[in-house]
C-alpha cells in the first residue's frame, strides 16, 4: 500500500513539474526563442493574423505543432492558411508554405528564479502554397532556414534575442526571392509573481528586424527590392496551467525600399496554445 502511495505521488509530482515548466516556456510572439518541450510532450497552437501593407492585405490562420523528441530537442510543423490575401484587387485563399523546424537546445542553467536557456534551429520550408496565383499563396520553391536563440526567464524579467537566416531558392518560374537575415530582441516584464495554479501574465516588448536581398527573376537581381525594414511589437502572454494565450500587435519603426509591396503597416496576432 505504501508503495503504491509512493508511486502514485511520484508520477504526480512528476506531472505537476512537467507541466510548471510551461511558465519557463515564453517565447517573442513575433520572433522564436530557444525553448523545446518535455520528451514525448505535445504542444498545439492557432494563431489568428492580420497584415496590412501598402499593396496587400491578409486574413490567415496559422497552425503550429511541436514535439519533444527529447527534453532538449524538439521538431515544429507550422502551416499557415490564407482566409484571404488580396493584392492589387485581386484576391487568393489556400494553404501557404509548410514549414518543418528542428531545435536543439545546447545550454541550460537552472539559477534560483529563473533560467538561461540557448539553442540552435534549422528548418525546410516546402512549396506547398500556390505559386501561381495573384496574388501568390506561397514561394514555389524549398526554402531552409538556421538560426540561433538565447534566453534569460526570471520570475519579474525575460529577456530573448535571436538570429536567423533564411536561404530562398529558385522555383520554376525562374524566381528567386532574395536571402533574408532576420533578427529578433524582446523584454517580458511579469507584474504579478504568481504560482502554477494562478493565472500567469507577462508583457512584452520587442524589435523585429529584416534584411533583404535582391530578388531574382532568371538570374537578374532586381536591386530595387533589396533593402531592410524595423518593426517594434507589443503583446501579452497569459498562462492558466498548461495553457497560453498570446495577443500582439507589431508596426514599422524603419523602412527602406524602393517598391512598394515590401512596405507594411501594422500586423497584428491573436493565439491559443495548449501543452500536453
Known amino acids: 500500500m505504501r508503495r503504491s502511495l509512493s508511486r502514485w505521488l511520484l508520477g504526480l509530482t512528476l506531472v505537476l513539474a512537467s507541466l510548471q515548466s510551461f511558465s519557463y516556456a515564453h517565447e517573442p510572439i513575433f520572433g522564436i526563442g530557444p525553448r523545446t ?43 499557415p492558411h490564407f482566409l484571404e490575401r488580396n493584392e492589387g484587387g485581386l484576391s487568393q485563399s489556400g494553404l501557404g508554405d509548410v ?23 534549422g528548418g525546410v520550408e516546402f512549396p506547398t502554397g500556390d505559386s501561381h496565383s495573384v496574388p501568390r499563396l506561397g514561394s514555389g520553391s524549398y526554402d531552409y ?3 540561433a536563440a538565447a534566453a534569460y526567464e526570471g520570475r519579474t524579467w525575460l529577456l530573448f534575442g535571436t538570429a536567423r537566416y533564411r536561404f530562398n531558392t529558385e ?7 532574395g536571402n533574408v537575415f532576420l533578427y529578433d530582441l524582446a523584454l517580458g516584464w511579469r507584474p504579478v509573481k504568481t504560482d502554477y495554479l494562478r493565472p500567469d501574465w507577462v508583457l512584452m516588448i520587442e524589435v523585429n528586424g529584416q534584411v533583404f536581398a535582391p530578388r531574382e527573376i532568371g538570374g537578374t ?33 524603419y523602412q527602406n525600399f524602393d517598391i512598394g509591396d515590401f512596405k507594411s503597416d501594422y500586423s497584428a496576432v491573436f493565439a491559443v496554445e495548449v501543452h500536453f
Open 37 to 79: 518541450i518535455w520528451k514525448n510532450g505535445l504542444g498545439l497552437e492557432i494563431e489568428a493574423g492580420r497584415d496590412q501593407s501598402q499593396l496587400e492585405n491578409s486574413w490567415a490562420l496559422h497552425y503550429e505543432a511541436i514535439y519533444g523528441i527529447t527534453e532538449n530537442v524538439a521538431i515544429t510543423f507550422e502551416a
Open 221 to 253: 537581381r532586381l536591386t530595387i527590392t533589396k533593402g531592410s525594414r524595423l518593426f517594434g511589437a507589443v503583446g501579452l502572454w497569459l498562462t492558466y496551467r498548461n495553457w497560453a494565450f498570446k495577443p500582439g500587435i507589431q508596426f514599422p519603426i
Open 145 to 147: 532556414l538556421v538560426g
Open 99 to 121: 514549414l518543418l523546424r528542428g531545435k536543439w537546445r545546447l545550454y541550460r542553467k537552472d539559477i534560483p528564479g529563473g533560467v538561461y536557456q540557448a539553442s540552435l534551429l
Open 171 to 177: 522555383n520554376d518560374e525562374a524566381v528567386k526571392d
